[in-house]
């Protein structure tokens, strides 16, 4: 017998530390290879960390909650020296399709140093209920936290299993990102610490040093958040953007009637009866069309050792902004403009469940081009976005409300909203920008445009 360190390992994001979220197994238990052992956060997604050993968990090394460096030791195992072959090569998963499980899920380690996908456990097959429902435990969670009864759920699985998007579509959410339909969130993944009121808390907000009060009630009126995992991440980007690149807002308001119009028929076709279509698909495909005449929109600065250069780039990974449980997200639909509306409308589909359920890749986090960010769904009219890193442009949608509005000389009750968009000045000009949310404006207000 003999004992082995496991240390955190990169999973292939070039990343120097992560949070422990939760483990899952406690000393004593046995292990085989490529079982799961814990959950950890990173800047970009939750990642399933499988055991590189088969035998017995001896020490748990670091705390769930505590953030560690990589390199660092987690957690040790006893094993029989003859079984256990070590590590084998880290191999990250690409993420398989929404029925299977979404997301990336860390595998490898196997015998012979070969990388292996992660063995399915008992607990992920399929089970069927006392009523005769097939479903994933996974699926039956997030029709729980969705308020879905499975037994009124009609399935398309394989052998009449239920899948997510089953139950979403179910849901018959009221938009793609409301966060009244956001599930319940599960054990609390950063602590709040109580700060007690004292001379630096005072100096902080500008008020001059003294004693702190005999009474203790103080104690309960400030709290401090760690700042780390994702939204460590969002504010870096966040500073970095806002800092490097001169951003300039330009907005309209429209009248987005007919796309409310076309968002109906939709629905009620039956080519569209296993997708959840809202009018954040018109906007995409707007987006989508407007960039494709105005290809600086969706271009990139790009530094130098010579200066600087500008990348444009004939193709669209869309990014759509997303608030999810684990903070905000921006994941991309790549090659965006190669997809017809119904692909493009299962595909934001497939953006949204992964999101809400945390298991968005950083694969899917990478290499957007242009973004939406669809503030609307929050009641806000418009907004002055910042642009994401790396691209020239975001657009944000405001909520489709019914105000008066003037037609053909009357006024009239119309869908209205507010298509706003900031850009990289460095990167395109007042007019370019004007001109492009003048295009994604046109297609709101007259969808037949997109027809070619």
Same mark, same amino acid.
């Given at each position: ?183 319940? *969130?599960? /054990?609390? $993944?950063?602590?709040? =610490?109580? %700060? ?5 808390? +005072?100096? #902080? ?83 989508? *069309?407007? /960039?494709? $005449?105005?290809?600086? =929109?969706? %271009? ?5 050792? +010579?200066? #600087? ?144």
């Amino acid at each position: 017998m003999s004992t082995q360190n496991f240390n955190l390992p990169d999973v292939g994001e070039g990343l120097t530390e992560a949070e422990i979220v939760a483990w899952k197994v406690a000393p004593g238990d046995t292990v085989a290879i490529n079982d799961v052992i814990c959950e950890i956060e990173t800047a970009k997604s939750l990642v399933e960390l499988p055991s590189p050993h088969a035998g017995v968990v001896g020490e748990l090394l670091a705390a769930e909650g505590a953030t560690v460096e990589v390199g660092s030791p987690i957690i040790t195992f006893v094993t029989d020296a003859r079984d256990d072959a070590g590590p084998g090569v880290i191999a990250t998963a690409e993420a398989p399709a929404p029925e299977e499980g979404g997301g990336s899920v860390l595998v490898g380690y196997g015998t012979g140093g070969g990388a292996t996908s992660r063995r399915k456990r008992p607990a992920e097959r399929p089970v069927r209920s006392s009523v005769g429902v097939i479903a994933k435990p996974p699926i039956r969670k997030l029709a729980r936290d969705l308020g879905v009864d499975l037994t009124t759920v009609t399935p398309t699985g394989a052998d009449g299993e239920v899948t997510r998007d089953d139950v979403m579509t179910h849901a018959s959410q009221a938009s793609v990102f409301r966060n009244i339909e956001t599930p319940e *969130w599960g /054990a609390v $993944r950063e602590e709040t =610490v109580p %700060a007690p009121q004292n001379a630096a808390a +005072g100096l #902080a907000r500008g008020l001059s040093p003294a004693p702190a009060p005999a009474s203790s009630q103080s104690d309960d009126r400030t709290e401090s958040i760690p700042v780390k995992g994702v939204r460590k991440a969002t504010s870096s980007a966040m500073v970095q953007s806002a800092y490097s690149a001169p951003h300039v807002t330009v907005w309209k308001e429209i009248d987005a009637s007919r796309t409310m119009e076309l968002v109906k028929r939709l629905k009620a076709s039956p080519d569209y009866a296993d997708i959840r279509v809202s009018p954040l698909l018109i906007m995409a495909r707007a987006v989508i *069309w407007a /960039a494709r $005449r105005t290809p600086m =929109v969706n %271009a990139a600065w790009i530094e130098t050792e +010579g200066g #600087a250069e500008i990348a444009v780039r004939h193709y669209v990974n869309l990014g759509i902004a997303a608030a999810t449980p684990r903070g905000l997200l921006v994941p991309n639909i790549k090659d965006a403009q190669d997809l017809s509306m119904k692909d493009l409308a299962r595909a934001l589909n497939r953006l949204t469940l992964t999101a809400r359920e945390g298991k968005t890749s950083p694969a899917d986090q990478q290499g957007g081009t242009i973004t939406i960010t669809n503030i609307g769904v929050f009641g806000m009219d418009a907004g002055t976005p910042i642009i994401n890193p790396g691209e020239a442009g975001i657009v944000a949608m405001g909520t489709i409300s019914q105000k008066p509005w003037v037609v053909d000389g009357e006024v009239r009750p119309r869908w209205v909203t507010t298509v706003a968009g900031s850009f990289d000045h460095r990167v395109i000009d007042g007019d370019g920008m004007s001109r492009f949310i003048a295009d994604v404006a046109s297609v709101l207000e007259e969808p037949a445009l997109l027809v070619e």
